[in-house]
């Protein structure tokens, strides 16, 4: 059975970073693109940032570009969002998200698999 776990939220204020985790299990995701999103209750999931299969190819929402950094270590087969420069706005629940595919997208319907979420908070 296929899981991912986010680790990593948790309470920071704005300009602190913090790092998030996914550890996939069930399966080896080295082929396949992964992605994070977040979500707002109430809201749809918006995509935040995601990897290609080697790693080497990566692309961000604009609201995180240069701020936040995906990266994956597929011998773990973890991926990560280094998250700095934290703002309010980059309150909510973050999820992580493997495709069935090696190039993955901005969209969420692109995604086959996908965690449990983890709670982000930002104070002022």
């Known amino acids: 059975q296929v899981q991912l776990v ?8 704005a300009g602190g970073s913090l790092r998030l985790s996914c550890a996939a ?4 995701f080295s082929s396949s693109a992964m992605a994070w999103f977040r ?9 935040v940032a995601a990897s290609n299969w080697g790693g080497r190819s990566t692309y961000y929402a604009d609201s995180v570009k240069g701020r936040f950094t995906i990266s994956r270590d597929n011998a773990k087969n973890t991926v990560f969002l280094q998250m700095n420069s934290l703002k309010p706005e980059d309150t909510a629940v973050y999820y992580c998200a493997a495709a ?3 190039i993955g997208g901005v969209g969420a319907t692109e995604y ?3 965690g449990q ?8």
């Open 6 to 13: 986010e680790s990593g939220g948790g309470l920071v204020q």
């Open 100 to 102: 069935n595919r090696v």
């Open 25 to 28: 299990s069930g399966r080896t």
């Open 112 to 114: 086959d698999y996908w």
């Open 117 to 124: 979420g983890t709670q982000v908070t930002v104070s002022s």
């Open 39 to 47: 979500q707002l209750p109430g809201k749809e999931r918006d995509f």
